[in-house]
């Protein structure tokens, strides 16, 4: 039949790292997947990138540390390159004066040399949360329960039972400590469980990043168990910098897509999905190309699929509505610095850097960001991949990672080229201070604001979690509510990216779980598949 | 001079006809209609009744909330809203209308004016702003309250159109049931439509405020010859109630009103689902939603006429499918006696197996007799809810 080749089982919008898990997923259960990446290459935002000739970096996510380690093994990504062993990095907090201390996972504690209570209390107390986070995290590789708990079929409300046992499981001192923290802030927690500034100033910072909140904000306590659900059972156990860049990550996971017999197609930007009779039928590329399926996969945010790529005039108007009003506040910038070599503080730094030397320090920033401004002084996470990977700079020569918090979206009276301009010095500054020297070492900069994120990765509001993680927009709340099981109200058009459950980071659970959803609709014939 | 407390003043507005509708009113029998005086009664319900059904009434409709709904996508727009498919509404047209939330819920019905292809208003009863503005993402449309722009007087009854001969109106002849004309008499720009609420022969009279008592004087100065009267709510309410027109708040809760989510109720349950067009080309808000009731039976209840035994009226009665009482079916919502057709009239939500014509059910009415609250099990049957239909209606 003419036009077979552009008649598919299912479409993927996008190449990030859940569009190439669920087309992976798909095509080895024998449906015909094509995936379409707007960008000439795959990955999304876990891409490595060369900002400058001949110095790479990850473009935006640059720490793995959720990548679910039954997706790897399931989609075999280690056959297909990716090398996860022996790149596990600690963190170090860089403090003033030339103090720093370092944490695990990865390397021994040198917290005593900051405070003995604190080194004494923080292994218990970060193993505590990670047991707590881990009973959370079972949840991530199901569909969240629906509210109406009557309604779930027999296998969710098993899900469910496991979940409730495995809280149960956490005993009753845990639970209890686990019910009292969980719409905490994590400055109340900090002071919790420790004394000296430094560790506050740490914790306080898992606590928000990837969040336009600060530390006395709440939910920032339920950020911190979900990051920390990445160094448990589903996750890879601490952060890892992935050789050859997070782009490695998905270059594997692209592999593992079409080695089950994926096609990708790069450069092939959808316009918009094409619904016909009020169901998918395939999608519309910029081009004015159609391909055609009654399965159409979004790995965009939720705000890009619904208002964009379906278009309200397709869907219900409280559900727009919703979509409308989720939080997609970036807050974060990434730096990107080409080193002609490394200062003193950070000669031999393998370990994943901190800047957050106390949780006041934090909040001024988050004052500033809350204004509309760019923090005077902002919280930095920072790597130097070159050093465990030196094919990504010339040699002798290093890169820098940085996130910089917080540089806001929503600016009031700076402009996006001044933003751009501020977050790079006062982050600069900031690393100065910590790391004498390192000024006179940058040969080039690059500066991605929220508003670049969105532009050049397609992020609505450059939150790169696709909707912040808050507890009002997670579990079954995300994207939003009765829409959580991946399906989005337009027959055939399921939402596979971080902004379904569980939600952000390069964890593939996202896609995994809307792969066996789609599964689930194709095996019952709600979805026909092969109808040409 | 009596000092009041600011607060205790009255804040009711006065309608552009207040004055004269003041005069002529009966002791103080005033109620309240989106914020204004509206009359209740003039002197008697019975005779203000047997106006609407014999001669021309004149009732004050100036309190409807109006939205002006414009702009180069306004027609997409409404088509969007709106359940009914709006390509079969030609521009100065009326039609009448369901528009639902996501799930089907009503909204609330009413009447939307078509002057153009992308010009509407949208007449409601209660406040919608909110909601329309939710509904135009993505909407290259403007809406606007004009509320306040217009106010009208509903002419009704058989008597209607000699009124409106006389007034010099030409071509009224012609007007269509929901048709719409627009015109200028001895300087004064008129809106007249056909349509209104009693079930008749009737028409909407429309002109800026300043020429409202105009108007007024003009039409009871032809009409003195056709039994013209003015009728406050409750003659209307009988009117109503054998038109079978439903009534907000009465027969139902607006979903954006209803204070428990079960209270909502969808087209289909209210026995409008002729309103409901699922084969309209798009989509349209709640059609996912109105297709899976209709397709799945999920309705859990219609809103029916029925007919009772005995002259007493049964507002929010029990109806039972046995005498005994023991098998409850629902609740009456309107209800009245029929003096045209004399028949004891109400409406009830029954489920759809029990509203077929004719079919027999028990209903329990109780009623105050002097000093003594009585109770009567009677037989009702389920009816057509548009218990008067006369031909001139739409002749």
Request: glycine residues 10%; charged residues 20%.
């Amino acid at each position: 039949m003419t036009g077979a080749a552009n008649h598919m089982d299912a479409i993927v919008i996008g190449a990030g790292h859940n569009g190439l898990v669920t087309a992976a997923y798909l095509a080895k259960a024998g449906l015909k997947v094509t995936v379409l990446e707007a960008a000439p290459q795959v990955g999304g935002a876990a891409v490595t990138r060369e900002f400058v000739p001949g110095y790479k970096v990850s473009g935006v996510a640059h720490l793995l540390h959720g990548l679910h380690p039954g997706i790897a093994r399931d989609l075999g990504l280690a056959r297909h390159g990716l090398d996860l062993k022996a790149q596990r990095v600690a963190t170090r907090s860089l403090l003033p004066g030339g103090r720093s201390f370092d944490v695990g996972p990865g390397s021994a504690s040198t917290i005593a040399a900051i405070s003995k209570a604190d080194a004494e209390a923080y292994p218990a107390v970060m193993a505590r949360l990670t047991r707590m986070a881990d009973a959370l995290a079972a949840y991530a590789l199901h569909t969240p329960p629906r509210p109406d708990i009557g309604k779930m079929d027999w296998e969710g409300k098993l899900n469910l039972g496991r979940f409730a046992w495995g809280l149960r499981r956490l005993g009753k001192k845990d639970m209890l400590e686990l019910t009292r923290i969980l719409t905490m802030n994590v400055n109340d927690l900090a002071n919790d469980y420790f004394e000296s500034e430094a560790v506050k100033g740490l914790i306080c910072f898992e606590g928000v990043l990837g969040l336009a909140l600060g530390p006395r904000s709440p939910s920032t306590v339920f950020n911190l168990l979900y990051r920390l659900s990445g160094f448990g059972a589903n996750g890879q156990g601490g952060f890892l910098i992935p050789k050859g860049g997070m782009g490695s990550v998905t270059a594997a996971l692209a592999k593992a897509a079409q080695a089950a017999g994926a096609v990708i197609r790069t450069s092939a930007a959808v316009d918009h999905i094409l619904v016909e009779n009020d169901s998918a039928a395939g999608v519309v590329l910029s081009t004015g190309e159609e391909v055609r399926a009654s399965c159409v996969v979004s790995n965009a945010d939720p705000q890009r699929t619904a208002l964009q790529l379906i278009g309200p005039r397709n869907l219900d108007t409280m559900f727009v509505s919703r979509i409308r009003h989720l939080r997609m506040n970036g807050c974060a910038a990434k730096i990107h610095l080409a080193l002609d070599g490394l200062p003193e503080a950070l000669i031999s730094e393998r370990s994943r850097i901190v800047v957050a030397p106390k949780p006041d320090d934090i909040e001024r920033a988050y004052d500033c960001a809350k204004y509309g401004r760019v923090s005077d002084r902002p919280a930095l996470e920072l790597a130097i991949p070159s050093l465990s990977d030196p094919s990504l700079a010339p040699a002798g020569r290093h890169v820098a990672s940085i996130v910089a918090q917080y540089c806001p979206y929503r600016l009031r009276a700076t402009s996006v080229n001044e933003a751009r301009r501020q977050i790079g010095e006062r982050s600069l500054d900031v690393l100065e201070e910590v790391a004498p020297g390192l000024k006179k070492r940058v040969t080039a900069m690059e500066v991605l604001t929220p508003q670049d994120l969105e532009t050049q990765f397609g992020m609505t509001g450059g939150q790169w979690h696709h909707g912040e993680i808050t507890l009002d927009q997670v579990l079954f709340l995300r994207p939003v509510g009765q829409a959580q099981d991946y399906r989005m109200p337009v027959p055939g058009v399921y939402l596979c990216g971080a902004g379904a459950h569980p939600g952000g980071n390069v964890s593939g659970a996202p896609g995994y779980n809307a792969a066996r959803e789609i599964l689930k609709d194709v095996r019952t014939q709600k979805r026909v598949v092969g109808a040409a | 001079m009596t000092a009041y407390v600011e607060h205790l003043k009255p804040f009711l507005r006065k309608t552009p006809f207040h004055e004269r509708i003041e005069a002529l009113m009966h002791g103080n029998h005033w109620m309240r209609w989106t914020g204004h005086y509206s009359p209740a009664a003039f002197e008697s319900v019975q005779s203000e009744y047997f106006t609407i059904r014999n001669g021309a009434s004149v009732y004050d409709i100036s309190p409807l909330i109006k939205y002006r709904i414009h702009g180069r996508q306004a027609a997409d727009y409404v088509n969007h809203l709106i359940t009914r498919d709006l390509s079969k509404v030609k521009p100065m047209q009326a039609f009448y209308t369901s528009w639902c939330q996501d799930d089907g819920m009503l909204v609330e019905e009413g009447t939307i004016f078509r002057f153009g292809e992308n010009d509407f208003l949208l007449n409601s009863a209660k406040d919608q702003l909110h909601w329309l503005e939710q509904v135009a993402y993505g909407f290259e449309v403007k809406i606007e309250e004009a509320s306040n722009d217009l106010c009208g007087l509903s002419l009704q009854g058989p008597q209607s159109r000699d009124v409106l001969r006389a007034l010099g109106i030409n071509g009224i002849d012609h007007l269509p049931r929901f048709g719409i004309m627009e015109l200028e008499l001895g300087g004064h720009w008129l809106r007249v439509d056909r349509a209104g609420f009693t079930g008749d022969l009737g028409y909407e009279i429309w002109v800026k405020p300043q020429d409202a008592l105009w108007l007024w004087d003009r039409l009871f100065e032809v009409g003195r010859d056709h039994k013209i009267a003015p009728i406050g709510a409750q003659a209307l309410e009988i009117a109503r109630i054998e038109a079978g027109f439903i009534l907000i708040d009465v027969d139902y809760s607006g979903a954006l009103h209803a204070l428990r989510p079960s209270n909502r109720m969808s087209p289909y349950e209210l026995g409008i689902g002729w309103t409901v067009n699922l084969n309209k080309p798009g989509y349209f808000v709640g059609k996912r939603a109105l297709k899976r009731e209709k397709e799945q039976g999920l309705s859990r209840y219609v809103l029916t006429g029925i007919e009772i035994e005995g002259r007493k009226p049964a507002p929010g009665s029990f109806l039972y499918a046995d005498q005994a009482g023991k098998h409850e079916l629902g609740l009456t919502t309107s209800a009245c006696w029929s003096p045209t057709m004399k028949k004891n009239i109400a409406y009830a939500r029954v489920p759809a197996s029990y509203a077929k014509k004719g079919n027999q059910m028990w209903i329990e009415i109780w009623y105050q007799k002097e000093h003594k609250i009585e109770r009567s099990m009677v037989r009702c049957w389920a009816a057509n809810r548009m218990f008067y239909d006369p031909p001139r209606k739409s002749a």
